[in-house]
């Protein structure tokens, strides 16, 4: 599956943000779809990923403030942002994998380019 992120850009603290995942190839109703974020200087973290169901996780830096969706009609998959902080600039990545459950980045085999997310303060 080939993947394709879109949606970053330059906003304001407390701002919100939709990011896409455009998805094409293989099955993408059979994937896991993740989100990871890496900033300047730090490895990249997982954000939130969706079972092929709809089943959702979140780390705990993007419960109550980020959304992730999907829909496998339209092979895509969403991060909504909101609440942004400063801390959250960053390049957000989308990824996928066959298999549930996974948080790491080494256990992800589909990526997309990143798109950029700044935050001012």
């Known amino acids: 599956v080939q993947l394709q992120a879109s949606g970053g850009g330059l906003v304001q603290a407390g701002d919100s943000l939709s990011l896409s995942c455009a998805a094409s190839?293989?099955?993408?109703?059979?994937?896991?779809v993740a989100w990871f974020r890496q900033a300047p200087g730090n490895e990249r973290e997982f954000v939130a990923s969706?079972?092929?169901?709809?089943?959702?996780n979140y780390a705990d830096s993007a419960k109550g403030r980020f959304t992730i969706s999907r829909d496998n009609a339209k092979n895509m998959g969403y991060l909504q942002l909101n609440d942004l902080r400063p801390e959250d600039t960053a390049v957000y990545y989308c990824a996928a994998q066959s298999y549930w459950g996974a948080t790491h980045p080494s256990q992800y085999g589909y990526w997309g380019q990143g798109t950029l997310v700044t935050v001012s303060s």
């Open positions: 969706t079972s092929v169901n709809g089943g959702t």
């Open positions: 190839g293989r099955a993408f109703s059979r994937y896991t």
